[in-house]
């Protein structure tokens, strides 16, 4: 189970910085001037949509690395 959060909050950033890189290359693209290299988007319209998402996969990572305290034994 922890092995899966891990990767899935690692896929989920992935995923969300791919797509912050294409849908910026997008709004190069569309620039009736045209650019010579894609830069990200840091408006804070972009960031309101990437940083929730980051933070979702980085809190999956965190809670997945995350260890379980243990139980003092009752006997001892």
Do not use: Q
Request: proline share 4%; glycine share 12%.
């Amino acid at each position: 189970m922890k092995r899966a959060l891990v990767g899935l909050g690692g896929v989920l950033i992935l995923l969300t910085l791919t797509a912050w890189y294409l849908v910026s290359g997008f709004g190069c693209e569309m620039n009736t001037s045209g650019c010579r290299t894609v830069r990200l988007d840091w408006s804070r319209d972009a960031l309101r949509l990437v940083v929730p998402a980051l933070a979702i996969g980085l809190g999956l990572i965190v809670i997945g690395l995350r260890k379980k305290p243990r139980r003092r034994d009752p006997d001892a």
